[in-house]
């Protein structure tokens, strides 16, 4: 009897997030026990009902099996209009020495200039040129690993209090990136600035 009132939403739900590389969290939804290729494209479906306002890249540990029942099902007929489905660098080595399919399509960081901007070219110190990934595609991963932290209060929260209180962490992470990306973004500001400022210091020694 008091089994049957116990509730344990982890052991009921999965918690599926939607975040940009920037690690600002865009949606997210809880999957009844399992997540699944279909519930992962329906997610998306409902996140982005706007095909204008679909992401270039959606990246997903399971790409290739979404990727799979996407072009079964027929979504792909409008997902390949506006977006490529990859999986995320830490699975892809996991995944490309077997599939065929996902080698092809779902490559991170294709070499071969079939998506350019998924991969860009930089310089190291010595100016030596080198081919590295465009996007931080462990923003999800990082993401989970900070939600995981909460499992042992959300586990023995009621349904409508772990709605909440996800709700409101996610929505405090999302603050709290877009907070450091302002720092950053100043303090790159105030830099220049400040070699600005340094020149100017060096021309009243010159003079
Ligand atoms: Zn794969």
């Known amino acids: 009897m008091e089994k049957k009132n116990y509730f344990s939403p982890s052991r009921f739900y999965c918690i599926e997030t939607i975040c940009a590389p ?3 969290v865009i949606a997210w939804t809880k999957f009844a026990k399992s997540e699944s290729p279909t519930k992962i494209l329906k997610f998306l479906a409902n996140t982005y009902p706007d095909e204008a306002t679909r992401p270039d890249y959606i990246c997903i540990d399971k790409a290739c099996q979404v990727l799979r029942t996407s072009i079964q099902n027929g979504s792909w007929d ?3 209009n506006t977006s490529r489905i990859i999986v995320d660098a830490y699975h892809y080595i996991n995944h490309r ?3 065929w399919m996902c080698r092809t399509y779902c490559n991170p960081a294709p070499l ?3 998506a350019s901007n998924l991969v860009i070219e930089a310089e190291t ?3 030596e040129k080198y081919l590295k990934r465009a996007f931080n595609t462990q923003a999800c991963e990082q993401l989970n690993g900070w939600i995981g932290g909460f499992d042992s209060i959300l586990k023995r929260m009621s349904i409508d209090n772990f ?3 996800l709700h409101v962490m996610l929505f405090y ?3 709290n990136t877009l907070d450091k990306i302002e720092q950053r973004t100043r303090k790159k500001k105030d ?3 400040m070699s600005d400022s340094d020149n100017d210091n060096d021309d009243d020694e010159i003079m």
Do not use: A, E
């Open 78 to 80: 409008t997902w390949s």
């Open 22 to 24: 920037c690690g600002v």
């Open 97 to 99: 020495t077997t599939d």
């Open 125 to 127: 110190k010595d100016g």
């Open 163 to 165: 709605n909440w209180f």
């Open 173 to 175: 992470h999302t603050q």
């Open 112 to 114: 071969d200039g079939s």
């Open 191 to 193: 830099n220049n600035n």
